[in-house]
């Protein structure tokens, strides 16, 4: 017995001799590896296993910087053990979206001295815990902060006041009426401004941005050279950004290179944006360019702009035509390897010549396209979305194979009318019996008929020939890829009812489906893939295939795919599902979507899901399958629902998870409502922003934004 156990011994000591030793590879390699690793985990425990990791942990490397915006296991008592470890090494503190979060545990970041830059958007801060905050950084440069209802001002010392004068760059979020520190913030370069100021108060009373105008100070915008600013639906964020401007008017800053305005729907120029404009145009040479629709629309505003190195270009919603982009943005086919950002969503005419006598949905000119591609062939990020962007039968090329050429990109949103072979549109999709009965009364059952979940040899030649399959296969490196109906709208708008109907689909998309779906598996390290309103998805096989080669996917976003009675998809989602173990971010938009047993049971396989989104008309789900998945899904923070469910049955499944999980999840946040639900746009207003704006309301978010806004 005793040399059967000598024998034992001698097998495993060989093993482990034979074995690899973490511990023995270079602290090089050592640190690279665990700068993969919260900065919570290895101070507070990864540190603590021995003592070379105690060393490594705490390198400046590892300390310089500390992100917890999305450490959703983060708890009070850990920050506050962590800024009393290392608080004296920190430089850049980034605590954006810590929603869950005590607003006491910003007592702690006083710890952090050497702090130069510090992100606390969507942290509650008040005015007192700021200013006492802000007293003790004295080497501060860049801050993020939120503005919300009670912010005052007055109550900021004067220790604080002289800290904010040497910030130079400022990321603000308004939720009231009000400058907040930018009176303050005298040595500005870099101003970011966010507006979210509801129309109506909790209690109903009308808001109005008048009332600043008491407020004793004005912005200092002598040094500005980056000025942002993106506004919520509502006429007081209209009302409020009009102030902000209103000091840019009377005197242009001098070094000014960004200037971007980002407004949904009707925002009319006044006298003021009138002279700002001519201003700018006279003098300063930008490299950035943002701005509403109505201040360009009609003009002769960017013939008179002048430009340095432009990296980044929003004409969103502008009817600004291929011409003109050509001549005054292109400046005739001018050589603008510097852009490497470029949105023209909604941008119905910019690649035709003229939109004078022009129907949305004629065919694009091409040549308009080429000479875009050529001079602007370093381009990472493009969208063409919200838009009918239809190639020509007989001249030119077909706008897939101009895209091929542009071998950088790394997101890519275009409408599902632009991707269909030239003449393949003109065939008409596989006849379907209509599933929703065109009478009143009791809902009938009707059968659909069956098609193959496999791909014949036949479809797969004609897949692999098409334009389509060829640019996914040309744009090897893409990371964010979006296909979006061009008359898809969300049924769960910002700041309104929900949507209960929505416009058909293009006639040139009535042949995209399967088989166009199938070729985005092509992309390898795609991380990001949004697919709205194609509506020839007859089985959903493209999806199981992406599930199998997009081993990087970690958001998901499905919107009325295939015939809208029916989820004829399920099957191969759920297929899809089990082999997405990366996946962190799902959001479902489908009527008549059931959140049953075995689509929650094939959810369960992506163990790193942290946000879940279902938006269903008509849709129903099953409290014992979701209070399941909530179980075995570990890391999942967010579980919103607006199904066809009842209030009751709703607010009882919502009030189970967070009595059964908040306690062990701290950033849980739970939003199960009725869809048509009259107090529905009640119910989205305390929904945290980070999740509102990343994942729960639908947009197209490519080159949404420039590259590297804030850091």
Request: charged share 20%; net charge neutral.
């Amino acid at each position: 017995m005793s040399r059967c156990g000598e024998e034992v011994v001698s097998e495993e000591s060989e093993e482990e001799s034979n074995g690899v030793n973490l511990m023995e590879f270079s602290d090089e390699i050592l640190l690279h590896i665990l700068s993969y690793v919260p900065c919570t985990d290895l101070v507070l425990n990864v540190r603590r296993t021995c003592r070379k990791l105690a060393t490594l942990c705490l390198d400046k490397s590892l300390t310089h910087t500390v992100l917890l915006q999305k450490d959703y296991k983060v708890n009070k008592d850990k920050v506050k053990q962590l800024m009393r470890d290392i608080g004296k090494e920190i430089y850049q503190l980034n605590m954006a979206g810590c929603y869950w979060l005590p607003s006491s545990t910003i007592d702690h970041v006083t710890r952090c001295k050497n702090l130069v830059k510090l992100n606390l958007s969507g942290c509650h801060v008040t005015s007192l815990r700021l200013s006492k905050m802000l007293s003790s950084l004295q080497h501060l440069r860049s801050l993020a902060i939120d503005v919300n209802p009670g912010f005052d001002a007055s109550q900021l010392s004067s220790e604080c006041k002289a800290t904010l004068s040497r910030v130079s760059e400022l990321k603000q979020t308004l939720y009231t009426p009000s400058y907040g520190v930018v009176p303050c913030c005298t040595s500005l370069e870099k101003l970011l401004l966010y507006f979210e100021i509801l129309d109506r108060s909790r209690e109903g009373f009308m808001l109005s941005g008048q009332l600043m105008v008491g407020e004793s100070n004005v912005p200092h915008y002598q040094n500005l050279r980056i000025f942002y600013a993106r506004l919520a639906p509502g006429y007081v964020n209209q009302e409020v950004v009009r102030l902000y401007l209103a000091v840019l008017s009377d005197r242009t800053p001098e070094n000014l290179h960004a200037f971007l305005i980002s407004a949904p729907g009707s925002f009319a120029e006044t006298g003021a944006t009138k002279n700002l404009l001519d201003s700018m145009a006279r003098n300063v040479r930008l490299d950035a360019l943002q701005l509403p629709k109505a201040w360009i629309n009609g003009s002769g505003l960017l013939q008179h702009l002048k430009f340095n190195n432009p990296f980044y270009f929003s004409f969103s919603r502008c009817t600004l035509s291929g011409g003109h982009l050509i001549q005054r943005v292109i400046n005739g086919g001018k050589d603008l390897k510097s852009l490497t950002s470029l949105n023209l969503s909604g941008c119905v005419h910019c690649l035709a010549p003229e939109s004078l006598f022009r129907k949305a949905e004629d065919d694009i000119d091409s040549s308009i396209l080429e000479s875009l591609v050529v001079s602007c062939c370093n381009l990472r990020h493009l969208n063409l979305s919200a838009a009918h962007h239809h190639s020509s039968e007989s001249i030119g090329n077909h706008l897939c194979q101009l895209l091929s050429r542009l071998k950088h990109l790394l997101s890519l949103a275009l409408p599902v009318c632009s991707i269909t072979d030239v003449g393949a549109s003109v065939e008409k999709p596989p006849s379907t019996p209509n599933l929703v009965p065109q009478t009143f009364g009791r809902k009938v059952r009707i059968g659909v008929q069956t098609y193959p979940r496999n791909l014949g040899d036949q479809t797969n030649q004609k897949i692999e020939s098409s334009v389509f399959w060829a640019l996914m296969g040309s744009l090897r490196f893409l990371e964010t890829l979006e296909i979006i109906g061009s008359s898809f709208s969300s049924a769960m708008p910002r700041n309104e009812p929900a949507i209960r109907n929505s416009l058909p689909p293009c006639v040139r998309a009535q042949s995209v489906g399967d088989s166009e779906v199938a070729a985005i598996s092509q992309l390898t390290y795609l991380q990001s893939l949004t697919l709205a309103q194609l509506p020839n998805i007859l089985t959903g096989s493209g999806l199981v295939n992406i599930g199998l080669q997009c081993q990087h996917l970690r958001t998901l976003s499905l919107a009325n795919l295939g015939m809208m009675g029916k989820v004829v998809y399920m099957s191969a989602l759920m297929d899809m599902l089990k082999h997405c173990k990366c996946l962190r971010d799902l959001r479902l938009e489908q009527p008549y979507f059931c959140a049953g047993a075995q689509f929650f049971q094939a959810l369960s396989h992506c163990s790193s899901l942290q946000r879940l989104c279902i938006v269903s008309r008509s849709g129903t789900l099953q409290s014992d399958a979701v209070m399941s998945f909530m179980a075995s899904c570990l890391e999942v923070i967010m579980c919103h629902m607006f199904m066809g469910e009842s209030l009751t049955v709703c607010k009882n499944l919502q009030q189970s998870i967070v009595r059964s999980f908040q306690a062990e999840r701290p950033a849980l946040n739970v939003v199960i409502f009725p869809l048509l639900h009259e107090d529905l746009t009640e119910v989205i207003r305390d929904v945290p922003m980070r999740h509102l704006d990343e994942i729960t309301l639908f947009k197209s978010r490519v080159a949404e934004e420039p590259p590297n806004l804030w850091w």
